[in-house]
T-cell receptor, first 111, second 113 residues
Framework: QKEVEQDPGPLSVPEGAIVSLNCTYSNSAFQYFMWYRQYSRKGPELLMY????GNKEDGRFTAQVDKSSKYISLFIRDSQPSDSATYLCAFTQGGSEKLVFGKGTKLTVNP | KAGVTQTPRYLIKTRGQQVTLSCSPI?????VSWYQQTPGQGLQFLFE???????NKGNFPGRFSGRQFSNSRSEMNVSTLELGDSALYLC????????????FGPGTRLLVL
């Protein structure tokens, strides 16, 4: 069983749509949950970070964590063409432990 | 505040050669981690340095090595390059490495022919 599973897509939506991105994980030791956004030819950029089950909202972005199901989601409301990028979920046990990434979902928002 | 910088941005090497990549962390950050990104395997952790000491290591062969200097700048070296080493090499920095927020540089794209 892979430690992290993320649907690679690609996902194509019209501008203004609500986007749902998801990851599942198997390592119960993961305590911190992140979403990164990576534009083409750029390094990943941290979007959202949380350590508890439940929802965390930041502008048009909502991160949702369900530790009991080992499932995390990122919702993007009112999606914009500038949201077109690859979205990576990432996990860590904390401390100086490494980040474990999903393989990323490529999102295209069409004007 | 300047972000994480990596040099060079692009490199072309041939099999058997060695390569050194450089990373300058955000000012005040003392932890530097390196990751390899490929289409097939995604982002994989190579190693982490803090205060010139390797604190954590991923599952890569000994051909991959790194070091950190007293000013927190870091280098990674790959010896005896193989075609499969073609990848985007990313470094990330954080203040102590014990935060969960790591800041990534733009990466060095290495092509091995």
């Amino acid at each position: 069983q892979k430690e992290v599973e993320q649907d690679p897509g690609p996902l194509s939506v019209p501008e203004g749509a609500i986007v749902s991105l998801n990851c599942t994980y198997s390592n119960s030791a993961f305590q911190y949950f992140m979403w990164y956004r990576q534009y083409s030819r750029k390094g990943p950029e941290l979007l959202m970070y949380t350590y508890s089950s439940g929802n965390k909202e930041d502008g048009r972005f909502t991160a949702q964590v369900d530790k009991s199901s080992k499932y995390i989601s990122l919702f993007i409301r009112d999606s914009q063409p500038s949201d077109s990028a690859t979205y990576l979920c990432a996990f860590t046990q904390g401390g100086s432990e490494k980040l474990v990434f999903g393989k990323g979902t490529k999102l295209t928002v069409n004007p | 505040k300047a972000g994480v910088t990596q040099t060079p941005r692009y490199l072309i090497k041939t099999r058997g050669q060695q390569v050194t990549l450089s990373c300058s962390p955000i000012s005040g950050h003392r932890s530097v981690s390196w990751y390899q990104q490929t289409p097939g395997q995604g982002l994989q952790f190579l190693f982490e340095y803090f205060s010139e000491t390797q604190r954590n290591k991923g599952n890569f062969p000994g051909r991959f090595s790194g070091r950190q200097f007293s000013n927190s700048r870091s280098e990674m070296n790959v010896s005896t390059l193989e075609l499969g080493d073609s990848a985007l090499y990313l470094c990330a920095s954080s203040r102590t490495g014990r935060e969960e927020t790591q800041y990534f540089g733009p990466g060095t794209r290495l092509l091995v022919l």
